[in-house]
């Protein structure tokens, strides 16, 4: 069956360094890949999403390519600021229907 | 445009006993999903509705747990006995159709004594 492997957290940075969230996946087919946000009292919310091998989402200075070889979509970003405070969800949709599976979450906490 | 709304936000039962949980999704959204999420994991789809009828519920644990949407909108997850292992938050999400973005709720967070 379909499954998402995050990186453990928590992810502990200061304001201004890079962030790198790896997340790998096993799936059939071509699925659609997504990061999900949840920040803090708050429902998740889609961060970005790529729906074919070697595209590239990108959302309010986050970045993931869908690497299809390597079967990964890792989270990034240059320069993290307090208020990405939050915790990050990989999840896949396959072809065949509407099920998100998600990885268990990686928590990144900035501080100033 | 409001959000997907789901009450309670906090409950607190023993174990055996029932407990229900209510979401009403975003004006228009024809699909409805019920997810678990234990704490430290991700969340988990329990059953998908579009419009009244059924989708998925392959991962609904079905002798206690059930689901309804009767009219197409609204829907009541309810779990009768309750275990410990229940112990989670539920979250609720819809989308305009098949396939299209999903909005998640704020969820509600069950803890079972």
């Known amino acids: 069956g379909n499954s998402v492997t995050q990186m453990e957290g928590p992810v502990t940075l200061s304001e201004e360094a890079f962030l790198t969230i790896n997340c790998t996946y096993t799936?059939?087919?071509?699925?659609?890949l997504f990061w999900y946000v949840q920040y803090p009292g708050e429902g998740l919310q889609l961060l970005l999403k790529?729906?074919?091998?070697?595209d590239k989402g990108s959302n309010k200075g986050f970045e993931a390519t869908y690497r299809k070889e390597t079967t990964s979509f890792h989270l990034e970003k240059g320069s993290v600021q307090v208020s990405d405070s939050a915790v990050y969800f990989c999840?896949?949709?396959?072809?065949?229907?509407?099920?998100?599976?998600f990885g268990g979450g990686t928590r990144l906490m900035v501080k100033p | 445009e409001a959000g997907v709304a789901q009450s309670p936000r906090y409950k607190i039962i023993e174990k055996r006993q029932s407990v229900a949980f209510w979401c009403n999704p975003i004006?228009?959204?024809?699909?409805l999903y019920w997810y678990q999420q234990i704490l430290g994991q991700g969340p988990k789809l329990l059953i998908q509705?579009?419009?009244?009828?059924?989708?998925?519920d392959s991962q609904l644990p079905k002798d206690r747990f059930s689901a309804e949407r009767l009219k197409g909108v609204d829907s009541t997850l309810k779990i009768q006995p309750a275990k410990l292992e229940d112990s989670a938050v539920y979250l609720c999400?819809?989308?305009?159709?098949?396939?299209?973005?999903?909005?998640f709720g704020p969820g509600t967070r069950l803890l079972v004594l």
């Open positions: 799936a059939t087919g071509y699925p659609s």
């Open positions: 004006s228009g959204h024809a699909t």
């Open positions: 999840a896949l949709r396959d072809n065949a229907g509407n099920m998100l599976t």
């Open positions: 790529a729906t074919k091998a070697d």
């Open positions: 999400a819809s989308s305009f159709s098949f396939q299209e973005k999903q909005y």
């Open positions: 509705f579009q419009n009244n009828g059924v989708v998925d």
